[in-house]
């Protein structure tokens, strides 16, 4: 038993040292004093912080992945948690269809999503003069942030049951104060850790933002591509791919801690 904890113990630390050795260089480079990925890094240097601040495309391309992340979020947090709520309390004819449907768009591959949402845009849209634009991409993030709000509420609508909205309708409240005082406490946390990833999906999204973008649309994440490969822009890119694996930590923290249920265990 001995002999199989240690081996337990080595092949634990060679996956975790296989995910984050790459993450560990990235973060290395971005303070590389000769701006090259290189090993071993030259010096340190904050040089390419600077620049990274007074790129204004940069900041730019962070504004508009920051606007399409909250407005997707907050699309995927109404419609996720309607759908959820209908699911999980109401019995009707296709609800299985329908809970099979809300859960597909993560499942397809983001170049099938964003190939299908481009030709709908193309076909429906663009004749009603909605053209490819942040509203596109909006709308194409929306499609898959809908499901981590709604895997998320309708696991806890699950969990806690309908017995107390049940009884707050039998003492003479209605639906909307039945949902503020009983459903929405319950499913609170849930709803958050749900809001949370589907920001990040939305923040890091680059496939079904090519298909939706218009060509004066810049998220980050494309961004990121277009000047990877350029050398004078690589210390620039390694310090933004840095910035982010640090941000990543927080919604990542979040969501364990929000996703905790009052025993300690997870939803």
Do not use: K
Not at 56 to 63: E, M, P, S
Not at 78 to 105: D, Q
Not at 136 to 165: M, P
Not at 192 to 218: C, N, R, W, Y
């Amino acid at each position: 038993m001995r002999i199989g904890a240690v081996l337990l113990r080595i092949a634990t630390g060679a996956v975790l040292l296989f995910m984050y050795f790459p993450l560990a260089l990235v973060i290395a480079y971005a303070f590389n004093s000769s701006g090259t990925s290189a090993w071993p890094p030259a010096g340190f240097t904050l040089q390419w912080v600077q620049d990274a601040l007074e790129n204004t495309g940069l900041r730019q391309a962070f504004i508009t992945s920051l606007t399409a992340a909250l407005a997707a979020t907050a699309i995927a947090v109404v419609l996720g948690t309607l759908a959820s709520i209908a699911v999980a309390r109401y019995r009707f004819f296709g609800r299985e269809a329908v809970s099979l449907l809300l859960l597909l768009p993560i499942a397809l591959p983001g170049i099938v999503t964003g190939i299908a949402l481009s030709s709908a845009i193309q076909t429906t849209l663009r004749p009603l003069g909605i053209d490819f634009g942040l509203f596109t991409v909006i709308v194409g993030h929306s499609t898959f942030c809908i499901v981590v709000v709604y895997n998320n509420v309708l696991a806890r609508l699950r969990r806690v049951g309908g017995s107390l909205e049940e009884a707050s309708m039998d003492l003479g409240a209605d639906v909307f104060q039945t949902f503020r005082f009983v459903t929405f406490p319950a499913v609170r946390s849930a709803l958050l850790a749900g809001a949370v990833l589907a920001f990040a999906l939305s923040f890091d999204e680059i496939i079904v933002t090519t298909f939706t973008a218009g060509p004066g649309v810049q998220t980050l994440p494309i961004w990121i591509y277009q000047n990877l490969a350029r050398p004078n822009q690589a210390p620039i890119v390694n310090v933004v791919a840095a910035s982010l694996i640090v941000l990543s930590v927080i919604p990542v923290w979040l969501t364990q801690r929000l996703s905790a249920d009052t025993s300690g265990g997870r939803l």
